[in-house]
């Protein structure tokens, strides 16, 4: 297949201001496939990922979570999405939520033993309905990456939130009772026949990558032997390193069935580094097992920006009205070799010839409009309470890192990490209220700081729009306490960018909880330290959004919360 460098796909950035929705066109080559893409005008790209203005309600922003290699799918007896992700590296969560632009409530389903082989090193989870139950397929070890192998979770009943009886390891070697390295494996319907598809080494310590396919007997067993169905260093952007050097790596496969063709999009490169990326497989014969039913495209499909980067391992998904198809991936949170990444979703489209169109990788704090037929958020109901305890989860969206954020029996806590975290970074962790608000309303709070006098910034959002993964990624206003320098301060976020409003000092006793009140009249904000009147400001950016709390490089515990109309 060659390029046509004369038929460039373009993406077309109707956003010159914040509430203009961000868009995507493309034009086909001559194959259909939509694979080299241009910003037609990159100012705009930036002017509107600068604007400061509120976000209209149909539009979100990314990063919309924190987490790698991600699945969801749609919930064919209920209205809602499942994300199945790993928790920690020790456990498996589903979120379930009827949102796409958030991962929902999330549900420890699996958690992995203390010690053993598969103890360690829980990886890229995926959740599918086969033959009436939900099968969790993933990769895990003993902690030592040499030692994975694919398992698979099986739900006793239909409730994907349920329990789980283990199976495993699948028998992913050359012959049977040896199986080889294994991860990332999915599920491929074919022709009445299930096969299963994953990324595993061509032999026992050798650490080299490769796409395997093998029949399946059932949804928890294959049929031995393996067939490689493709090499992994066929061209030099598949390797680790830039112009064909280090090694070919080929990982992560997912299938994307179009009404004409079959697709395999696979990662390669290196995954912890920012010129990680998607390639394609096509599947042009009849047998999946034939190496030669696969054509290899000689171009990669989706890479990476001067923004986004490390983008890889993707899924893909309808909107809630089925009218639109959507990419879901992850991108590196900075370009230094590593895995702290976070995840994205953007629209796609199928050309008329059966290939899809990735477009560019969206940038953080771009607008796009919401999914076709994403409900809006309900009204809340004032006098409005929560406990924050750990039935309130279902009530919140959480942004920021999985690791970090907890909704327990004694409240909600932000930024504590876990004895032996992983891939771990702070960013500002924050919770929204999934309900829309007046905008002249009194908003209070009850927070203990366990690092005591040591304690950084943690408080309350107000009139905030276009969350997002990132220490100020949100359009609104932040009342906050701070005892590590005595201070209450309020100010306003532009999505990247803190300005203070107004400070003053205070008198902490960390031992007791903490509470905190904001009013917010028209343009005219007043700030309460245990019911005393702190702080009156004004400001004319924000009119309107939702509330939230927030941590910003400390720990704390967030024990009551309430909104009711403001003091006359």
């Known amino acids: 297949m060659k390029n046509n ?82 928790e920690g590296n020790r456990a498996i969560a589903i979120h379930a939520g009827e949102r796409l632009t958030s991962l929902g409530e999330k549900h420890t389903v699996w958690t992995a033993p203390e010690e053993g082989p598969f103890s360690r090193e829980v990886w890229a989870p995926e959740l599918h309905f086969l033959d009436g139950k939900w099968h ?19 739900s006793k009943t239909a409730d994907p939130l349920g329990d789980y009886d283990l199976r495993g390891p699948f028998e992913t070697g050359d012959r049977a009772g040896q199986p080889i390295w294994a991860i990332d494996m999915t599920v491929l319907e074919h022709d009445g026949k299930h096969y299963a598809i994953w990324s595993g080494w061509d032999k026992p310590g050798s650490d080299r990558q490769f796409l395997y396919a093998a029949a399946m007997k059932s949804p928890t067993e294959i049929i031995p032997p393996r067939v490689r169905i493709c090499s992994n260093d066929d061209f030099p952007w598949e390797f680790t390193l830039d112009a064909g050097n280090g090694r070919g790596l080929n990982e992560a496969p997912q299938v994307l069935k179009t009404d004409r063709r079959l697709f395999v999009i696979y990662s390669c490169g290196a995954s912890w580094k920012p010129t990680y990326k998607l390639g394609r497989l096509e599947l042009t014969g009849s047998n999946p097992l034939d190496p030669k ?36 991936f992850h991108a590196k949170r900075d370009r230094n070799d590593g895995w702290r990444r976070s995840i994205f979703i953007q629209p796609m489209e199928i050309g008329e010839n059966g290939f899809p169109m990735f477009f560019r990788p969206v940038a953080p ?28 989860g279902t009530n919140w969206s959480l942004y920021g890192h999985h690791q970090l954020i907890a909704f327990r029996d004694d409240g909600l806590h932000l930024g ?42 943690a408080g309350i959002l107000f009139r905030a729009t276009a969350p997002a993964v990132g220490y100020d990624a949100q359009r609104g206003y932040f009342a906050g306490l701070i005892p590590r320098t005595n201070l209450i301060v309020i100010g306003r976020t532009d999505g990247r960018n803190w300005t203070e409003l107004a400070r003053a000092k205070a008198t902490f006793d960390t031992t007791q909880p903490q509470r905190l009140a904001v009013e917010a009249k028209g343009n005219s904000f007043t700030v309460f330290h245990n019911g005393k009147q702190f702080l009156t400001t004004e400001d004319s950016h924000y009119p309107q959004g939702r509330v939230g709390l927030r941590a910003v490089n400390t720990r704390a515990v967030f024990l009551t919360f309430s909104i009711q109309k403001p003091a006359k």
């Open 5 to 86: 460098w004369l038929n460039r796909v373009t993406i077309v950035l109707s956003t010159l201001i914040a509430s203009i929705p961000f868009t995507l066109s493309a034009a086909n080559s001559p194959d259909g496939d939509a694979h080299v893409d241009k910003v037609r005008n990159p100012d705009q790209v930036r002017e509107a990922a600068a604007s400061p203005g509120h976000l209209p309600a149909h539009q979100f922003v990314n990063p919309i979570a924190e987490g790698a290699d991600p699945w969801v799918v749609r919930d064919p007896n209920e209205d809602r999405y499942l994300w199945c992700q790993s």
């Open 136 to 154: 969790i397929y993933f990769a895990a070890s003993n902690g030592k990456n040499a030692n994975h192998l694919a398992y698979a979770l099986v």
């Open 293 to 328: 039913a696969w054509v290899k495209h000689d171009y990669p499909v989706f890479t990476s920006t001067d923004q986004t980067f490390g983008v890889g391992h993707s899924c893909f998904v309808p909107s809630p009205d089925d009218s639109q198809l959507w990419h879901v």
């Open 365 to 392: 704090n771009v607008p796009l409009n919401r999914p076709s037929g994403e409900k809006l958020f309900p009204k809340a109901e004032l006098p409005f309470k929560s406990s924050m305890d750990a039935d309130s």
């Open 416 to 457: 504590q990490s876990p004895d032996h975290a992983i891939n771990i970074y702070q960013s500002g962790e924050k919770v929204m209220l999934d309900r829309t608000v007046p905008d002249d309303l009194r908003i209070e709070v009850s927070i203990g700081f366990p690092e005591g006098k040591q304690s950084r910034d």
